[in-house]
Each structure stands twice: as structure tokens, then as C-alpha cells.
């Protein structure tokens, strides 16, 4: 099998297992000079079929039938993320520098995506991060194009951010850091006094340790299933809130460490912290409002390192003016109604600015954008469903985006049957009402058409764009509807 893998003719090979079973029977006798003579040709030849093989191999990987696959990219991106697009295929274009760029994906972070910004070659679009509602889902959803995000590729990050806010909501740490500053600005001439006042006063900022309190989690996707492991180390009890937690969410919670409340006003009246960790969507617009403040318990301190939206400001500076609220808010946003006050420490989003976790989002968005662009597989889309295809031949393949509506797949199957091609596999899903993602893989006499097919699929009630992946490698075709 060894002497098989690496090229040796079948007669060379019948001759050295004819040599070697003469030498299992007479092992006495002593290896003829031409049984060393022959093992020492198939080693060098094997040799040289490995190079022959490499050379093959790296030869292949430098060439790439046609042009780039060019992505469009909007802000300062990892360069060690990107690096995940292979340099023979992938080359990338600053679409607010050159907007009429024929991008085929779009890659981003904070950039405000409006649907003008999108050219008609776009095929995909990716954020570097889980939230995308700098995106403009809906328009993308109606020309056929998917958006990826990348959930859990700061999760780290944001957990370490989140361990700290516990600190500093426990210990007055911030507060004391500038009750020093300002010592030293009123007596900084003289440091017996200084060191005196420091002393005496830090009875100022008497905190509370976490050990034995309770944490309340709303959202337990990787970030907060993150968290909650996390703190029970520093022996805090974990209360957590998720009607939509994931199979994969549940398996990364250790043990039965964490307790799962019913709905938010159980996990409130129970908390001593609560930390947000759910996407802002319409139905969590204010999540946090006047009646949940009312349900925590006296003291409590609630983080938000998600999105600002989730908390009403102006309904939580009037609890806090009023008393009603004595702990402490730490959030990773600017917030025009809690900046001045002395209850709310403001971070400027640092939630996943580690080299890191730049690096890593950057780094699944590529591979997100390659698996869609080169093999018509979706996975982490916002708008799309789940899709995991393999090819099994050389023929074309055609990745259409229509309406999740029936008799479409008969329109789609017809287009095949009409001009005489075998349809050699098919794979279908749906996400809703809105879309709906069919692959069709032809046969290799397909290429003799290609562009017609494409064109007629278009043309399928209900179709929104229509592409064709080549086995090659090359760009195919792509057809968007007006």
C-alpha cells in the first residue's frame, strides 16, 4: 500500500513482494546484492515521486484560472485575519475609496452599510462581529445576498471585560483611583499629608466582595455561557435567562452550575449583578425599562457590554436620581443621560478591542465568505438559512436565492429538464416566510449552457439572484433580479 501511495509500478512492486516473501522463508541466508540493489532504485524513485508530487501541489496553489475573487472591504481590518483568504485567490479593494469596484463579497466591522454601498457583483456580506444592525439586512435579504456575522469570535474578550466591570462595581475602584488623583492635586506638595489623607479616607470606598453573591445572566449564547463558567471560580452562584438557549450553549455550561430562571423577573428579584448579553432587535428594544428596575433587588448592579439600546437611560437616570437605584451601571457605550453620574461608569466600547478578538472576527468572516463564494455553503447567516453541500462531480453547480414559496422548486427543476441535463444532486432550505436557498449541481454537459441556465433560473418566479460555481475554480456567472 506504502510502495502504491508513492507511484512504484505494479511490476516493481510484485517484484519486491516476491524478494520479501523469499527472505521470510529463508532468513538464515543473507540479502543478495541484488534484493539491495532493488530496495535502494524504489527508494530513490519514491523520493522522487514526493518531490514530484509537492512541486505538483505548490504549482497548483499559485495559480488560479482567471481573475481574483475581489473583496470589498469598509474600516481598518486584521491584517492576521485576513490572512485567512488565500493570497492566489483573494485580493481585497477599500470600497469607500473606490465605490464602483466589482466586489464579489463585502467585509466590515462599525461601517453604517447602506444598500447604495453594494454593488450588483456582491455576492455575500460579512461583519466582523455578532451584531449586525449596521447592516442593511432587509434590502440584502431582497436581492438574494446572505450576511454573515461571526458569534463568539470575541467572546473572550468581552467576558474578560465583563469580570472586570464586577470589580469595578464592587470596590469603588474607579472612584477611588480619582479620589487620589484629586488628593494630590489639592496637597501633592506635600507627601506625609498625602499619604495621611490617603489612609484615612479610603473608608470612602468600603465595597462588597463577590464570593457568595449572585450573578444573573440574560442571554446565554457564547459570551454569556462564557461569563457564567467564568464566575464560578471566583465562587459566585450563576442565575441564567435564555428561552432560546442552543444545544451548543447548553453542553458549554459546566455541570449544574448554572440555575435557569423562568423569566426576567425571576432572574432580577434574585441578582446581586445582572449583565445583558442578547442581541437588539425590536422585541429587546428597552429590555431593560422602569418595571425591571423596579423588580431587582435594593443595591443591584447591572452591565451592559451588548448594545446601548437595551437599556432605557432616561428611565434608569430618574430611578437613579430618586434613589430607587443604589447600585452601580457599567456600560461600553456613550450615554447622554448617565455620563455625569456618579452611578454610572461610561467605557468607550472596548468590549472587543483586543488584538485578539479583531483577529479572530476577521478570521471567521473569511471563512464564512470562502465557504459561500468558492462552495455555496451558509453557515452563521442573520438572514439566511444553514447549508452544508458537497460536490460530487465536475459539473457546474448553480446556487439560486428566491422566495420560500411552493412550486418554486419545480420551476427550478424544470429549467434543467427542459434542455435534456441530469440533475446529478439537490439541496434545499429555508429560513421563514422571507428566503429560501436552493443548490443544484448539473451534470458536466451543462457547461455547454451555463450561461443559459443561469438566465433561465433567473427568470423562475419568485427567483432573486442566481450564481454558478465552476469545479475549476473560476468566477462564475452571477444574476441578480430588478
Known sequence: MFLRRLGVSIASRQRFAALTQARTFSAASSASSEEVKLLEDLLRRAKEREIEVA????AQEDVLPGPKFTVGTFNALSA?????????????????DNPDAEAHAILLRSHKLDNLQVPESVRAVARCGSGTNNVCTAELTERGIPVFNTPGSNANAVAELVLCSLLLASRGIYEGINHVQKIFEEDGDDAPKVKKRVEAEKKMFVGQELAGKTLGVIGLGKIGTTIANAVGGLGMNVIGYDPSLSLDAAWSLRGESVQRAGSIQELLANSDYITLHVPYMEATHHLMGADEFASMKPGANLMN??????????????KMDQGAFAGKYICDFADEWLHDHP???????????TGEAESNSASMAADAIINFIEYGNIKNS?????MEF???STGPIFCCSHENRSGLLNQITSVFANQ?????????????DAIAYTVVEASEDAYDMVEHLNDALLNCEGMKSSRVLFSDGRIGGYAVKH
Open 382 to 386: 442573520v438572514n439566511f438559512p444553514n
Open 80 to 96: 492576521e485575519g485576513l490572512k485567512t483568504f488565500p493570497s492566489h485567490k483573494y485580493e481585497f479593494t477599500p470600497l469607500a
Open 305 to 318: 457590554f451588548s448594545r446601548a439600546e437595551l437599556v432605557d437611560s432616561a428611565s434608569l437616570r430618574a
Open 420 to 432: 435534456g441535463v441530469n440533475i446529478v444532486q439537490q439541496r434545499n432550505a429555508s429560513r421563514g
Open 390 to 392: 458537497q460536490r460530487q
Open 343 to 353: 452611578r454610572a461608569i461610561l467605557l468607550p466600547h472596548l468590549g472587543a478591542s
Open 55 to 58: 512541486n505538483n501541489s505548490a
